[in-house]
């Protein structure tokens, strides 16, 4: 019981702390999901539970094949090794998972960053190399 509480304790408060100093608004966690904040308290949206992808910058759910990039492009992982991928679609803005041969969508970088397939992180673009950054690596230094 006292498991189950602090469980809820910490995840309450991981989820409200993202919209502490936010304006009450929506505010995208990735495709599949966005906060609803309201006076500093989030409550989080699942769009996959009915089906959906979430419209990316619309504060809605939709069906898939109605969403816009990056959130309706679904990729095709067949044949392709488990792991996340830049999506250079975003200009590397995204990733996406890619495991047991089944797309597992879209996800976001932060502001300002790209994704990093060597590290497997988002980072700074001069950090990353071609094509997502710019990092030009010397041989033999």
Request: charged content about 15%; glycine content about 14%; hydrophobic content about 30%.
């Amino acid at each position: 019981m006292l498991l189950i509480f602090l469980t809820l304790l910490f995840f309450g408060g991981v989820i409200s702390e993202t919209c502490n100093g936010k304006p009450d608004g929506h505010y995208e966690v990735g495709c599949k999901a966005y906060l609803e904040c309201k006076s500093g308290v989030a409550n989080q949206v699942n769009c996959e539970d009915v089906g959906h992808s979430y419209v990316y910058n619309g504060y809605e759910c939709a069906d898939p094949s109605t969403v816009g990039p990056p959130c309706g492009d679904l990729r095709d992982c067949t044949g392709i090794a488990d792991g996340k991928y830049a999506d250079i679609y975003t200009n590397c803005t995204s990733y996406y998972t890619c495991h047991g041969g089944a797309f597992y969508g879209h996800n976001f970088c932060p502001a300002g960053l790209v994704y990093d397939e060597s590290l497997g992180t988002c980072n700074w673009a001069y950090d990353v190399p071609p094509p997502c950054g710019t990092k030009v690596s010397i041989l033999g230094k």
